[in-house]
Structures are given as structure tokens and as C-alpha cells.
Nanobody, 123 residues
Framework: VQLVESGGGSVQAGGSLRLSCVAS????????MGWFRQAPGKEREFVAGISWSGASTYYADSVKGRFTLSRDNAKNTAYLQMSSLKPEDTAVYYCAASRLTVIATLTSRYDYWGQGTQVTVSS
């Protein structure tokens, strides 16, 4: 089981980044995937989730309209396109895989996690 995030970096407010999460074939075949983030001193929070087919997505209110989650099952890769970034988006971003067929927002509902990638947005 392996999930590897990439694409993090530093960007100015209003800019964009695209995060990628590459998984093993077994992990990527799990029913749903999610992205979470954790800022210093704060709890890990849900950002976005997607079903295996990609037909269903769900976003936290804080990122709705700015972030887009997609997946390419042929490449075992999920993408989190982040636009109109704000300083409050600064965090370590994690992708995770779940056995649930519904998109969950709780960290406890996810079975496997990547190591995270840092996103820093400066004002």
C-alpha cells in the first residue's frame, strides 16, 4: 500500500498549484480517495474527496469553487488543482484512500495515507 503526494511548493496569494497523488494499483482501486490538510497547531481537516469512478466529488466549504479534484485511473493518480490560493491554505496536504463507497470527511474513515506535501501561500 503506497500513496505518494507531490506538487507542493511556495506561491503567492492568488496563485495556483496542482498536487498529485500516485498510488499503488491496489490502493488506487479502493472505493474513494480524499485530500486533507494540516496547518501548524491545527487538526487535520478534510479538503476534498472523490469516488473511484470520479463521478462524485465533495469539497469543504473553504475550498469550494477554488479547488478541483480529479483522478486518472489509468495512471493510478489523483490531482488536486488549487486556484486562487490564500494564505490560510498554507498547510501540509495529504492524500488518503478509504474502503468506504461514500466520500467521508473524517480522518478515521480513511485507511491509508501518504506522507504529505507542503503548500505555502504568502500574502
Amino acid at each position: 500500500v503506497q500513496l505518494v503526494e507531490s506538487g507542493g511548493g511556495s506561491v503567492q496569494a492568488g496563485g495556483s498549484l496542482r498536487l498529485s497523488c500516485v498510488a499503488s494499483e491496489r490502493t488506487f482501486s479502493m472505493p474513494s480517495m480524499g485530500w486533507f490538510r494540516q496547518a501548524p497547531g491545527k487538526e487535520r481537516e478534510f479538503v476534498a474527496g472523490i469516488s473511484w469512478s470520479g463521478a462524485s466529488t465533495y469539497y469543504a466549504d473553504s475550498v469550494k469553487g477554488r479547488f478541483t479534484l480529479s483522478r486518472d485511473n489509468a495512471k493510478n493518480t489523483a490531482y488536486l488543482q488549487m486556484s486562487s490560493l490564500k494564505p490560510e491554505d498554507t498547510a501540509v496536504y495529504y492524500c488518503a484512500a478509504s474502503r468506504l463507497t461514500v466520500i467521508a470527511t473524517l480522518t478515521s474513515r480513511y485507511d491509508y495515507w501518504g506522507q504529505g506535501t507542503q503548500v505555502t501561500v504568502s500574502s
